[in-house]
């Protein structure tokens, strides 16, 4: 039996089974209309592969919300592919997340007004 997907969707854990899952020989099985969406945890994909299937081709694409070092740092290689869009890691949605996000919003907001910088929550450096 052969199974073929043009779509492969990285929604795990990272655990000991599932951290480099996904590698250059996954890759090339996904082939040149495959696209990768990883929306797991970055270290579940070989990120340096990933980089030389999307330069080469030999993916069409790739939907990355997560990376293997985040925030992805400013000289990576994945901002200047035209064949992956990159997202600031907020695939992850839940029915009180507009709550959430505003007590944090309002807890820094606190800070600040404070003078409290080390009392920032969800600080990107």
């Not at 990768?36 to 030999?58: F, I, M, T």
């Not at 907001?109 to 080390?118: E, K």
Request: proline share 5%; glycine share 10%; net charge negative.
């Amino acid at each position: 039996m052969c199974l073929a997907a043009d779509y492969l969707v990285l929604a795990c854990p990272l655990t000991d089974e599932t951290e480099g899952l996904i590698g250059g020989d996954e890759l090339r099985l996904l082939g040149g209309d495959g696209v990768l969406v990883n929306v797991a945890r970055g270290e579940v994909c070989d990120q340096k592969a990933l980089v030389g299937a999307l330069r080469s081709h030999l993916i069409r694409g790739a939907a990355l919300d997560v990376f293997e070092t985040e925030p992805l740092p400013e000289d990576s290689r994945l901002w200047g592919l035209s064949n992956a869009i990159v997202t600031p890691h907020m695939a992850g949605s839940t029915p009180h997340k507009p709550e959430r996000w505003a007590a944090v919003l309002a807890a820094n907001y606190r800070a600040l007004a404070d003078g409290d910088r080390d009392g920032l929550r969800n600080r990107v450096l």
